[in-house]
């Protein structure tokens, strides 16, 4: 082997795009007897996306995470998951966890926390990663509706999490389901417009049966260090048989956003 050959194998070569992907997965739970097939379609989704670190927001069990990397493992240890409970009915069986699932080919040294502040009616659940030696962190949440004829999110969570841009962490990605439009913010929570740099639409059939929106947010230091692009997907059908539709998996769709120059 010459010289330069020998050079050159001895360079790790690393991806230089960070792609990161949220999804409410809508009660996902191994003990649902009404869809056996939605974990093998949610596993092909996620499969499908190629992304490097996935929230789910509405996930019932707190087993249902690692069941999931399980499941997406091609080979040992190829996916972790961390999953918290974010809210529970008090007195009821009902808990909702938020689950991180994240390829270990792709990003290290990931610490999973939540982040409890009386603001927020669920909790929010962070992790902090290293990818190609850059630390980031990304926040998983889900809003709770004002009301489903106002189709706005609470005011209070969106001033909180407004305040937790401006004094959280400086490469911060806050993914989730907002229950709102875009427009649709507080006086304070006008000022997130700053922040949201990429929202997309989904059907949400449930009270409102209107277009309503998961988002992306992510600091302007992020987006002009980083390009973001955002797009959604559609939901893996090849599991299921031809009686079901892709609101037997989920009525949300999968939003996908690739970050350049990482």
């Given at each position: 082997?010459?010289?330069?050959?020998?050079?050159?194998?001895?360079?790790?070569?690393?991806?230089?795009?960070?792609?990161?992907?949220?999804?409410?997965?809508?009660?996902?739970?191994?003990?649902?007897?009404?869809?056996?097939?939605?974990?093998?379609?949610?596993?092909?989704?996620?499969?499908?996306?190629?992304?490097?670190?996935?929230?789910?927001?509405?996930?019932?069990?707190?087993t249902?995470?690692?069941?999931?990397?399980?499941?997406?493992?091609?080979?040992?240890?190829?996916?972790?998951?961390?999953?918290?409970?974010?809210?529970?009915?008090?007195?009821?069986?009902?808990?909702?966890?938020?689950?991180?699932l994240?390829?270990?080919?792709?990003?290290?040294?990931?610490?999973?926390?939540?982040?409890?502040?009386?603001?927020?009616?669920?909790?929010?659940?962070c992790?902090?990663?290293?990818?190609?030696?850059?630390?980031?962190?990304?926040?998983?949440?889900?809003?709770?509706?004002r009301?489903?004829?106002?189709?706005?999110a609470?005011?209070?969570?969106?001033?909180?999490?407004?305040?937790f841009?401006?004094?959280g962490?400086?490469?911060?990605?806050?993914?989730?389901?907002?229950?709102?439009?875009?427009?649709?913010?507080?006086?304070?929570?006008?000022?997130?417009?700053?922040?949201?740099?990429l929202?997309?639409?989904?059907?949400?059939?449930?009270?409102?049966?209107?277009?309503?929106?998961?988002?992306v947010?992510?600091?302007?230091?992020?987006?002009?260090?980083?390009?973001?692009?955002?797009?959604?997907?559609?939901?893996?059908?090849?599991?299921?048989?031809?009686?079901h539709?892709?609101?037997?998996?989920?009525?949300?769709?999968?939003?996908?956003?690739?970050?350049?120059?990482m």
């Amino acid at each position: 082997m010459d010289n330069i050959s020998q050079q050159m194998g001895s360079i790790s070569l690393t991806s230089t795009t960070l792609t990161l992907c949220s999804w409410n997965v809508q009660q996902l739970s191994e003990n649902s007897k009404k869809r056996p097939e939605k974990f093998q379609a949610v596993v092909d989704t996620i499969r499908g996306l190629n992304c490097d670190v996935i929230a789910l927001q509405e996930v019932s069990t707190e087993t249902a995470g690692e069941i999931l990397a399980n499941l997406l493992n091609t080979t040992p240890n190829e996916w972790s998951a961390q999953s918290y409970v974010v809210y529970a009915v008090e007195g009821e069986l009902f808990k909702e966890h938020s689950v991180f699932l994240w390829k270990n080919t792709s990003i290290s040294d990931v610490r999973s926390r939540d982040y409890g502040d009386n603001s927020f009616n669920r909790r929010l659940h962070c992790i902090d990663f290293e990818y190609n030696a850059k630390s980031m962190t990304a926040i998983n949440f889900h809003f709770k509706a004002r009301g489903a004829q106002q189709k706005v999110a609470n005011d209070q969570e969106q001033d909180a999490l407004y305040n937790f841009f401006q004094n959280g962490p400086k490469d911060l990605i806050a993914v989730g389901d907002f229950n709102c439009y875009p427009m649709s913010f507080s006086p304070q929570g006008q000022m997130m417009t700053n922040y949201s740099q990429l929202l997309h639409p989904r059907m949400y059939t449930n009270t409102i049966e209107d277009d309503c929106y998961d988002n992306v947010l992510v600091r302007p230091d992020v987006k002009k260090k980083h390009n973001p692009v955002a797009s959604v997907c559609d939901i893996c059908m090849d599991s299921l048989d031809s009686s079901h539709t892709s609101d037997d998996i989920s009525n949300h769709k999968p939003i996908k956003v690739i970050f350049s120059n990482m």
